[in-house]
């Protein structure tokens, strides 16, 4: 390769470096300045309500629950643009991760939260070590099981199947969480790995539209990948791509 070549490789890759770290400065910043006008809309409106409650009309009070309910909402929103700015600034620490352990401690957690539902778990019980940040690993496989459980809600009996198949590169192994739950458009594919995008309504299913959002740039951080694909009424497959150990 030419000495020039390499020189306008190195200059574009500090340019896309440089990018991304004012990305993540300025969606930190955003997510933290606009704290403070929120929660003197939540106080001031609380205030109001508490106040002046019981001379206002049944309208007025009205108006001043949804001031809230949108304050608080937006915090939340403030909250997933947050954990996405530091995902681009984490350290992350690659080490061997039992795929088996990381996997089966998600399930019972989840578990014990949906006590009251039925949900079976086809767990494969040969699961690969892997070469992963630990803390990092476990939190995408939070959003991903997670997501299972929550879309086969209305299920009576839901049905996750979590297995290991080798990649296209041997330096890779693909785990896939299947679900039998309600499943998706595929023609609003489009919106999976957009943030706050949202293939269902907030009455069927609660979230903000973050958690895919954030598994892909966690997977791309762990040096992987994550992809779905799913029908209406059909469930959902996803495919989380991670190095082997």
């Not at 704290?35 to 508490?50: G, K, T, W």
């Not at 304050?71 to 690659?94: E, F, K």
């Amino acid at each position: 390769m030419a000495e020039s070549d390499e020189q306008h490789i190195a200059a574009l890759q500090a340019e896309l470096t440089g990018l991304r770290t004012e990305m993540q400065e300025f969606t930190a910043t955003v997510s933290h300045d606009l704290r403070a006008p929120l929660r003197h809309i939540l106080s001031y409106a609380q205030l109001v309500q508490e106040d002046a409650g019981p001379l206002l009309s049944a309208e007025v009070n009205e108006f001043l629950t949804t001031i809230t309910d949108s304050a608080r909402h937006m915090g939340v929103l403030l909250d997933g643009l947050t954990a996405l700015s530091r995902l681009g600034v984490v350290t992350v620490t690659p080490m061997p991760v039992s795929l088996q352990s990381a996997v089966q401690d998600v399930c019972d957690a989840l578990s014990r939260r949906c006590s009251g539902r039925s949900l079976e778990w086809r767990l494969s019980p040969d699961l690969p070590m892997v070469q992963a940040d630990a803390v990092l690993l476990e939190q995408v496989l939070v959003h991903l099981v997670g997501n299972a459980v929550k879309f086969t809600t209305p299920r009576a009996h839901a049905v996750i199947e979590i297995s290991a198949l080798p990649a296209s590169d041997p330096g890779l192994v693909q785990l896939r969480v299947r679900d039998n739950g309600v499943g998706y458009n595929a023609a609003l594919q489009s919106r999976l790995f957009k943030v706050f995008g949202r293939l269902h309504s907030v009455q069927q299913f609660e979230g903000i539209g973050m958690g895919l959002v954030l598994s892909q740039k966690t997977a791309q951080r762990l040096g992987g990948s994550l992809a779905i694909e799913g029908a209406p009424d059909s469930g959902c497959c996803v495919t989380l791509t991670l190095p082997v150990n």
